[in-house]
Each structure stands twice: as structure tokens, then as C-alpha cells.
């Protein structure tokens, strides 16, 4: 399966339930926001979420390596 249907399919099931266990999910350190990553192999998608409008907002997409800076 390529890449993006990995993220993509990541990216739903996060929105369904946001606790998943199944993803690999953490939150993001030093942040004042609620910031968190989500990690699809070597692919990290960085969201913010509010959890009282039940909100998730993806900031970033890209490479390991790269999204960080």
C-alpha cells in the first residue's frame, strides 16, 4: 500500500477515536499548545486537538526527518 494511503487511512482513524491504542500516537514535548505526532513509518503527521469542541487540526505532514524543524 503506498505511503499516502497509509496516512490517509491513519489520519481517519484518528479522527474516529483519537485514544486509539493501535495508533502511534504522543504528545508533543515542550509545546505550550496541545500538540501531538502521529507516527506512520517514516512519516509523522502533526495535529493540534481540542478535546471540548472535539477538534483535531493537522499543522504538518512530511518525512521524519524533516517535519520537526
Known amino acids: ?3 499516502r494511503h497509509r496516512i490517509a487511512e491513519a489520519i481517519h482513524q484518528l479522527g474516529i477515536d483519537p485514544v486509539d491504542k493501535r495508533l502511534n500516537v ?12 502521529l ?3 517514516a512519516w ?3 495535529y493540534a486537538k481540542d478535546d471540548k469542541v472535539r477538534v483535531i487540526a493537522i ?6 526527518g524533516d517535519v520537526y524543524k
Open 1 to 3: 500500500m503506498p505511503d
Open 26 to 37: 504522543k504528545r508533543m514535548q515542550g509545546d505550550v499548545l496541545d500538540t501531538w505526532r
Open 59 to 64: 499543522e504538518r505532514i512530511g518525512a521524519r
Open 44 to 46: 509523522r503527521v502533526i
Open 39 to 41: 507516527r506512520v513509518g
